[in-house]
């Protein structure tokens, strides 16, 4: 278990430029403690983990291939309004 002293947290506040009254002092470390031990957890399981490097030696990517080739005058047949090859959709922001 991580543990930081008033003091040790009172010499951080001052390199920081920041003025801390009793009760300020006594949250601050209290929170910093708790992320002490957190950091320490991370350390611990830290080594149970697979490397990331290990699970990408294999090439998991796959091709890109066109199954259906769709003709977009077919498409534009199925849209409400459109004008040529556009398609007008109404507008949803006004211009201010």
Not at 4 to 25: F, G, H, P, V
Not at 51 to 70: A, Q, S
């Amino acid at each position: 278990m991580a543990t930081i002293s008033r003091e040790e947290t009172n010499r951080i506040a001052y390199l920081s430029y920041i003025r801390l009254n009793d009760k300020a002092l006594n949250e601050i470390t209290r929170q910093l403690g708790s992320v002490l031990n957190y950091a320490v957890c991370v350390r611990e399981v830290q080594g149970t983990i697979t490397p990331v490097e290990v699970l990408l030696k294999e090439n998991r990517t796959r091709k890109d291939l066109v199954d259906v080739i769709v003709n977009s005058e077919l498409l534009l047949e199925e849209v409400p309004q459109r004008e040529g090859s556009l398609i007008l959709v109404p507008m949803i922001l006004e211009h201010s």
